[in-house]
């Protein structure tokens, strides 16, 4: 079985622009989640989407938004890049069932610099 | 606020030896704890979980202990090798529900020397 996609892998932008980052989940999984991982904060959520509708939010502002398909494909956009949005950006799948053992499996990760 | 927090930035063991990583939370609520392993440029790989009904999980060289009084869990890798060095993550689902909202301590980077 194919695991949790992420493209583009690298991404570089200028202060300003906006980004958009794509996840493809493992086959059969219907939750996605986004994770934000700088040095200084770690791994942070960002949000997690379940059958096309955002299920959790974390506590980053609007600028930050997500959609997923109905083939559960996950996109994640930001809007006005500034500097500290430079991070690696995750994305999780899951099956989605409300059970904590649920395990989530994760994508390598896109690398977006802010310059 | 950090509900989970992994105090030691870094460890450094023999290959061999017994490795212990620690992590400690904050919220009682928590009823599932995940350790997770990362190395440069992958995503984190599930490695074994705990569940608060429990204190202790095994699996092959990696042991979980949960000390739910002291809010305290370690991950414990007997022998150490080589290929264990990566950065070890602990975490918690948000809300004690499903694992799509996790919260992660900072990470312990691990290193086995040969």
């Known amino acids: 079985k194919a695991g949790v996609t992420q493209t583009p892998r690298y991404l570089i932008k200028t202060r300003g622009q906006q980004v958009t980052l794509s996840c493809s989940p493992i086959s059969g999984h219907r939750s996605v989640s986004w994770y934000q991982q700088t040095p200084g904060q770690g791994l942070q959520f960002l949000f997690e989407y379940f059958s096309e509708t955002q299920r959790n939010k974390g506590n980053f502002p609007g600028r930050f938004s997500g959609r997923q398909f109905s083939n559960s494909r996950s996109e994640m956009n930001v809007s006005t890049l500034e500097l500290g949005d430079s991070a690696l950006y995750l994305c999780?799948?899951?099956?989605?069932?409300?059970?904590?053992?649920?395990?989530?499996?994760f994508g390598p990760g896109t690398r977006l610099t802010v310059l | 606020d950090q509900q989970v927090k992994q105090n030691s930035p870094s460890l450094s063991v023999q290959e061999g030896r017994i490795s212990i990583l620690n992590c400690d939370y904050t919220n009682s609520m928590f009823d599932y704890f995940l350790w997770y392993k990362k190395y440069p440029a992958e995503g984190p790989t599930f490695l074994i979980s705990?569940?608060?009904?429990?204190d202790k999980n095994e699996d092959g060289r990696f042991t979980v202990f949960l000390n739910k009084s002291a809010k305290h869990l370690s991950l414990h890798i007997v022998p150490s090798q080589p290929g264990d060095s990566a950065v070890y993550f602990c975490a918690a689902p948000r809300g004690g529900g499903s694992q799509g909202n996790l919260i992660f301590g900072k990470g312990t980077k691990l290193s086995v020397k040969p």
């Open positions: 705990i569940s608060s009904i429990k």
């Open positions: 999780a799948s899951s099956l989605g069932s409300a059970e904590s053992t649920d395990t989530q499996y």
